[in-house]
């Protein structure tokens, strides 16, 4: 029979949301700091004519990488954690459509499957403890 340890269950929330926010905060930062690689790679998608016809490739990743970055640091810090995932979501769910979707990609896609669901928890399920949100909850605001 494995007991229960309420500091250990707030203390896992708490990793669980900081170490899955890194990926997008990773890949957020990756949107700027290597645009013209994933630029490239985004042209060799075998759906970058409809991408591109969706507005200037360049531009979507400068958003998709600052919407990464907010969202990331929204889920770390357990802020409007909803919000940010549901942000996210929004984000994840076109670049997966667009850039993984393709022959070869099976490991990045199943990779970006997993993340969809960790979003999904969050959005449904909030921050869990040791989060700003449950601090505004306390406060009123």
């Not at 900081?18 to 645009?35: D, K, P, R, Y």
């Not at 759906?47 to 990488?65: D, Q, R, T, Y």
């Not at 919000?83 to 667009?98: D, R």
């Not at 393709?102 to 499957?113: E, T």
């Amino acid at each position: 029979m494995i007991r229960r340890r309420p500091w250990l269950e707030r203390g896992s929330d708490l990793a669980f949301r900081a170490l899955f926010s890194l990926i997008f905060l990773v890949a957020g930062v990756g949107h700027f700091t290597e645009h013209e690689a994933m630029l490239e790679r985004l042209q060799s998608s075998p759906w970058f004519e409809l991408v591109a016809s969706l507005g200037p490739p360049s531009a979507m990743l400068h958003a998709s990488g600052a919407s990464l970055l907010v969202g990331g640091v929204g889920l770390l810090l357990g802020y409007r954690t909803r919000l940010a995932a549901l942000v996210l979501l929004a984000t994840l769910i076109p670049i997966t459509a667009s850039v993984h979707l393709a022959p070869g990609h099976v490991g990045p896609l199943f990779k970006n499957i997993a993340l969809l669901g960790g979003l999904i928890h969050f959005a449904v399920r909030g921050p869990g403890s040791m989060a700003l949100d449950a601090r505004r909850a306390v406060d009123g605001a």
